[in-house]
């Protein structure tokens, strides 16, 4: 492999590692998730599954920012009905505008976990949530829209 890849090399090669890992096309097709996701890994292969989730949130920041991409955390997102603002949720990262994530480092990666993701999704008209568990041996996440 080259030193030096151009940005279609690097693509595919995203793509490759992505796929080796059992993901979906569907999921490698959105730049934005196909890197997070990639930095997901990364970062737990780094750390290892014993930390707190806001040490996650900060490597996986740190990761996706690296890479060029646009992340804001702790976005806060406005819930409105009928024109009004009427509550607000923390998104722990917003990735590009387009990718809602939740980072947790728990024992298990649950409904609940999911159901914050989706109430995220609602409130921020953003279609797709990545929720992640850093808390096991091996990274789980779930895909929500």
Request: proline residues 1%; contains cysteine.
């Amino acid at each position: 492999m080259s030193q030096t890849s151009g940005p279609t090399q690097s693509r595919l090669l995203l793509g490759q590692g992505l796929a080796a890992r059992g993901l979906s096309r569907e999921l490698l097709e959105d730049r934005a998730c196909a890197e997070t996701l990639d930095a997901a890994y990364r970062v737990h292969e780094a750390l290892g599954a014993w930390h707190s989730s806001d040490t996650y949130l900060n490597a996986l920041a740190f990761e996706i920012l690296s890479r060029g991409l646009v992340a804001h955390r702790n976005a806060s997102l406005s819930v409105v009905y009928r024109g009004k603002v009427v509550g607000s949720l923390i998104a722990d990262l917003l990735v590009e505008e387009r990718v809602l994530i939740l980072v947790r480092a728990d024992t298990a990666l649950v409904d609940a976990h999911k159901i914050d993701a989706l109430r995220g999704l609602a409130a921020s008209g953003v279609r797709v949530g990545l929720a992640f568990n850093f808390g096991l041996p091996e990274m789980v996440f779930a895909r929500v829209c």
